[in-house]
């Protein structure tokens, strides 16, 4: 796979231009990051990438998927993955957006290993590809969370929120079950947080579930019930 190699180079530079020193070790410090900051707000970044991807365009889908694993992977600074994120998600390659790029974002969510990183792909890029193509993608999200990794299983666990109406309550379900034993904060969390959204949208469905899972953490009941009693 060969990156476009400029474009990478235009955002590493602009990224760099808009570094603010003093606010890179809070943002640090607040991420729990190992990797460094720039200092960048995300409003700036978000500028930035609006122009700089409008003067790049990508001509396929090997090119963009390559573009976007080089600057994740040789990323030295936390800004140039969350910018490989944002490329990830530009509205000019909505057309590539489908199975295919699941092991892109499964690396992404592997290595990123972190809630910044994995929250948005499991939310933003997996959730809508899921919805695309159930058939094709509910084995892989069963599989992630049976996992080993925690992200995997966040990811699982979370990808729906946001799909409403479109929740497959079956996968829901068995995304959420095998982690219900579970004290890691980020199961627990997650768990309360996909419960909480479908309760915006089947309050009864999740009083039910809860109900009917009386191993849930405190946390996950009390995120699922927050706003349903």
Not at 101 to 113: K, N, R, T
Request: one cysteine or more; hydrophobic letters at 45%; glycine letters at 6%.
């Amino acid at each position: 796979m060969s990156a476009d190699e400029p474009l990478v180079r235009a955002i590493r530079s602009g990224l760099a231009e808009l570094a603010d020193p003093a606010k890179a070790p809070a943002m640090q410090a607040y991420m729990k990051s190992a990797m460094a900051f720039r200092g960048v707000a995300k409003p700036q970044r978000s500028a930035l990438l609006e122009r700089v991807l409008a003067d790049h365009k990508l001509p396929d889908r090997v090119t963009f998927s390559a573009t976007v694993l080089t600057l994740w992977r040789t990323a030295e600074f936390r800004e140039e993955r969350y910018a490989a994120i944002d490329l990830s998600g530009y509205r000019a390659y909505r057309r590539w957006q489908d199975a295919e790029l699941v092991p892109m974002y499964e690396e992404m969510i592997v290595s990123g290993a972190w809630w910044d990183h994995v929250d948005e792909l499991a939310i933003r890029r997996i959730g809508p590809i899921l919805r695309a193509d159930r058939a094709g993608v509910t084995p892989t999200m069963l599989a992630w969370a049976n996992d080993g990794d925690l992200w995997r299983r966040r990811t699982a666990i979370i990808c729906q929120v946001g799909a409403k109406e479109d929740t497959d309550t079956d996968l829901l379900t068995r995304a959420i079950e095998p982690a219900i034993a579970e004290a890691e904060f980020f199961l627990c969390k997650g768990i309360g947080w996909a419960l909480r959204d479908y309760a915006k949208t089947a309050p009864e469905w999740v009083r039910s579930f809860v109900d009917d899972h009386p191993g849930l953490s405190g946390l996950s009941r009390r995120e699922a019930l927050k706003h349903i009693g």
